[in-house]
T-cell receptor
Framework: DGGITQSPKYLFRKEGQNVTLSCEQNLNHDAMYWYRQDPGQGLRLIYYSQIVNDFQKGDIAEGYSVSREKKESFPLTVTSAQKNPTAFYLC????????????FGEGSRLTVL | DQQVKQNSPSLSVQEGRISILNCDYTNSMFDYFLWYKKYPAEGPTFLISISSIKDKNEDGRFTVFLNKSAKHLSLHIVPSQPGDSAVYFCAASEPSGAGSYQLTFGKGTKLSVIP
């Protein structure tokens, strides 16, 4: 089945540790995205990538880093510089970074203790 | 500054009645609008969309209306079913240069359909 797989679904980490969230898609989509959702907030864009080896900052990129070495993969690292990392993280992809629907993964809930 | 606003954080509707979810936007460059549905601890799923050249799009029980002059869109669900209980996000798309587009989401409206 085609889709987007995020792992892990739940993650607990101590303050000050870097954490990497995995996102893999087999939809052959060019564009991939990372969003963050907080209670009572909409989805806020962290980073996006239109093609391999290229990515751009979204609205709230500070304290995060990404890589796009393969078309299928777009991992997100939450660094110790992110002041409030506890959140629900969503990865998405689309055929191109254009009009049309985004396909979302199931999400990863990160809790920093 | 919020460019896409869903002013009702929550809405309760009786099963079988109509649910109307509203969304307002401020950016006149938005030219495509989407609604997503999200269950707790899951990713959002696409529901329905509308281009700015249309004022209505219908898909089964779901209809989206767009009023460009008022910068307002609404999602109608008729009849509402308990399985429709979820958070609904409004999203808007604008060109962001070099043929690419940026999607902006509202904060969501939690719909509860009461049996």
């Amino acid at each position: 089945d085609g889709g987007i797989t995020q792992s892990p679904k739940y993650l607990f980490r101590k303050e000050g540790q870097n954490v990497t969230l995995s996102c893999e898609q087999n939809l052959n989509h060019d564009a991939m995205y990372w969003y963050r959702q907080d209670p009572g907030q909409g989805l806020r864009l962290i980073y996006y990538s239109q093609i391999v080896n290229d990515f751009q900052k979204g609205d709230i990129a500070e304290g995060y880093s990404v890589s796009r070495e393969k078309k299928e993969s777009f991992p997100l690292t939450v660094t110790s510089a992110q002041k409030n990392p506890t959140a629900f993280y969503l990865c998405a992809s689309s055929i191109g970074q254009g009009i049309g629907e985004l396909f979302f993964g199931e999400g990863s809930r990160l809790t920093v203790l | 500054d919020q460019q896409v606003k869903q002013n009702s954080p929550s809405l309760s509707v009786q099963e079988g009645r109509i649910s109307i979810l509203n969304c307002d936007y401020t950016n006149s460059m938005f030219d495509y609008f989407l609604w997503y549905k999200k269950y707790p601890a899951e990713g959002p799923t696409f529901l329905i969309s509308i281009s700015s050249i249309k004022d209505k799009n219908e898909d089964g029980r779901f209809t989206v209306f767009l009023n460009k002059s008022a910068k307002h869109l609404s999602l109608h669900i008729v009849p509402s079913q308990p399985g429709d209980s979820a958070v609904y996000f409004c999203a808007a798309s604008e060109p962001s240069g070099a043929g690419s587009y940026q999607l902006t989401f509202g904060k969501g409206t939690k719909l509860s359909v009461i049996p």
